[in-house]
Each structure stands twice: as C-alpha cells, then as structure tokens.
C-alpha cells in the first residue's frame, strides 16, 4: 500500500522548548508580598475555622504557614469576625486576606481592620453602588481587592444574556466590575474567574487574559474531596498555567486546608512555574525491573525532604530507557542487574552498586549544586520558560 509522506518542513519552525512565557500582569502588593509581574506564583488557603475563634484560626495559619502557605484568607460574615481581624494579623507572619459575601456593610467593617486584602464575589454584593462604596473604602484604606467572579453567582442578566453560566458571561462580568472600580482610579485588583466545571474556568483565563493585565487568583472552585480534587485540580490549572496565566493559586479541597500547599506547589512543580525541589523521574516498573526502584525512591524522597534545589533526578530500572533520560537529567541512573552508571549533565561519572545508589545519588546532587553555585548560577534564579533544564525557583 502506498502512503503520502506527511510534510515534516513545519517541524523546524516548532518550538524546541515548548514552554510559554507567564503572560504580563501588572503588579498588586498584598501586605510585604507582591501578586503580578515576574513574581513567583504565590500559594493561599482558606481556613476552615469559625474566625471569631481566634485560638482555633491562629492554631490553623500556623500550621498552614508551616507547611509555606504564602497568603491566607479568614471568612467574614459577622461583626464578632470582623472585630478579631487585629487579633489575627498581629499573631501571625502571611497576610491576612478577608473573604467577604453578600453583606457590603461586612466589606465596609472588615476595612476598619488591619487586613492586607478584601475579596469580594461581586456578583453577590448587592449592585453596583455598594460595589462603588467597597472600592472607595478599599482606594482610601491603600489596601487591594480581588474580584471573585463565580460561574455560580453571575448577575442574572448576564446568563439571560448568554445564556447559561459560560466564560464570555464570566468576562464579562469582571470587566465590569474592573471598569467601575477604573472609573474611582482603583487599580489594585487581582481577578478570579472560578468555575467548578474545568473546561468554563480553563477558557475563562483563556479570554480574560487577551483582554485585561491585572493578575489572577487561580484555582477550580468546589473540587471536593482529595484525591479526585486534587487530579481535577491539576487538570484545569495545568492548561492555564501553561499557557502563562496565574499569579496566585489555591487549591479548593474538602477538610483540612493544610493538604492544599503541597497540592499547589506540586502542580506549580509539574508545569515548571515554580519549581522548588529535585523533580525525581522514576519509571513505573515491569517485568524487566532490575532494582528495587520502590525502595530507592522511597529512601531518596526521605534523604531529599525539605531541600530546595530545582535538580532534575532521573532513577529507571532497567537499560530501556535509563541512559537515554539519565542524559536528559541533571543527575540519572540507568540501572540493570543490581547495578547502575550515573550520569551527571550526560556524562558517565561512576558506576555503583545497587546498595550504594542512594548515597552516591545524594553526593552527585551536593557536587552539582556546588557546580551550579560555582558557575554563578544561584538556586534563587528567575523562571525562564524555554531552559532546557528546569528552572530554579523559590
Ligand atoms: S525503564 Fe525498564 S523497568 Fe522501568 S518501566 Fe521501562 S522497561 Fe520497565
């Protein structure tokens, strides 16, 4: 049988390095942290406590900043929550964002208080004048707003217009927002456009980013319960992500919001906009296995906790495709029959045996981190989408 070659000539101009560059945002400051621009995609929460409780709600940020959440956000729905806000900021070290729905009066008296940020669903406010009240408060207090539009609470007229929730309806309702808040000369605002269906919210980041330049709060509302909410997650925000779009992330999990850092920096990890530890590559195994993988991951995920070195590690098990990523990696093993080459920027450095893998996988880290430091390359380098090797980033 005959076939038509296909035309390859369109392979050369493809790019080679397929990230894309994170999408232009003007920068927003939130308390000593700063949301836009080439700053790294900073990681929220939400508590879960009631705010009032103030013991239990500082309880809850200290353990979220001990796992290196960056900003958090405490409901406000009442006036007793309100009056703790103070209590609050002064015992703990991210700042302190108030979430405010349906009561502009609670927006107006959360700004009486020492926060860092409002949030607001606008689309549950109350109309545009109580908007206009919140946003003047918000301009004379000098403290940002992020405007939370939710698929699931658009002005009527709005999905009338559309005809159901989508994302031009969602746009659209931002924009608005945005341009009344432009007409009081505020521009500190950061956008969400949330969605618990993924393909809405992807496309909704998709649009508003061709049209606006301020910075997006990015996640996938009401995902539920890990671990699907977490794969849901990852499956929505790795598109926008990748496209460039996002300045900050939460990650929306049912119970303890603790789990959701870890969640977000691993997604932020795997799409390479900020990479913060050794990214190991490790096979799934089969029946051509010729080391105990399992247990060489599991010993080097142990050795490698907490440290922060954007090196890319690769451990396969047998000779199929070891040395072909063991090249790609920073630092690879291709192993075969109890034993293994390491390689190191491609090159062969040594041969181990499989009982000295991990140590030897540990030293060829720490010499590479010293090359790296020795050659001026510092662990605290800017994202550069489009590096071959990963991008070091806090
Ligand atoms: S690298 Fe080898 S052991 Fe691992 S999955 Fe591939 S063929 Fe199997």
Not at 250 to 267: K, M, N, Q, Y
Not at 339 to 365: C, S
Not at 383 to 388: L, M, V
């Amino acid at each position: 049988m005959s076939i038509t070659p296909r035309d390859l000539s369109r392979l050369q101009d493809a790019p080679r390095h397929p990230a894309k560059p994170r999408h232009k945002t003007r920068e927003v400051c939130v308390g000593n942290r700063v949301i836009g621009g080439d700053n790294p995609v900073l990681v929220q929460s939400m508590t879960t406590t009631d705010t009032f409780d103030v013991e239990a709600t500082v309880a809850q940020i200290k353990r979220l900043e001990e796992v290196e959440c960056e900003l958090v956000r405490v409901t406000v729905p009442k006036p007793e929550d309100a009056a703790v806000l103070s209590k609050i900021r002064s015992r703990i070290g991210i700042p302190l964002i108030c979430d405010i729905h349906f009561d502009y009066k609670m927006a107006l008296m959360a700004l009486d208080h020492p926060v860092d940020k409002i949030r607001i669903n606008p689309g549950n406010i109350g109309g545009y004048d109580r908007f206009r009240q919140v946003i003047r408060k918000a301009k004379e207090r000098g403290l940002p707003m992020r405007i939370g539009v939710n698929a699931g609470s658009l002005e009527r007229e709005l999905v009338e217009k559309y005809g159901f929730p989508c994302p031009p309806a969602m746009v659209e309702s931002a924009i608005r927002y945005i341009e009344i808040a432009e007409s009081e000369g505020y521009h500190d605002m950061i956008v969400s456009l949330k969605s618990s269906d993924v393909p809405t919210a992807v496309e909704a980041y998709r649009l508003f980013a061709q049209m606006c330049d301020y910075p997006t709060h990015i996640g996938i509302t009401e995902a539920g319960k890990p671990p699907y909410a977490v794969t849901k997650s990852a499956a929505g925000l790795a598109p926008i992500l990748l496209d460039g779009i996002g300045d900050t992330i939460r990650i929306s999990l049912l119970g303890d919001p603790v789990p959701e850092i870890a969640a977000a920096f691993d997604i932020l990890q795997a799409t390479q906009r900020r990479v913060r530890k050794p990214e190991l590559i490790a096979c799934p195994t089969c029946g051509r296995l010729a080391i105990d993988l399992e247990k060489i991951i599991a010993d080097l995920e142990k050795r490698l906790e907490g440290r922060r070195t954007a090196v890319k590690v690769s451990v396969l098990g047998c000779v199929v495709n070891g040395p072909g990523e063991a090249r790609e990696a920073d630092i690879g093993i291709a192993a075969g029959n109890g034993k293994g080459v390491i390689f190191r920027n491609g090159d062969i450095v040594r041969h181990v045996l499989e009982a000295e893998m991990v140590d030897a996988l540990i030293e060829e880290i720490d010499h590479w981190e010293s090359d790296q430091e020795k050659a001026g390359k510092s662990t605290k380098e800017t994202p550069a989408p489009g590096r071959k090797r990963l991008p070091v980033v806090v």
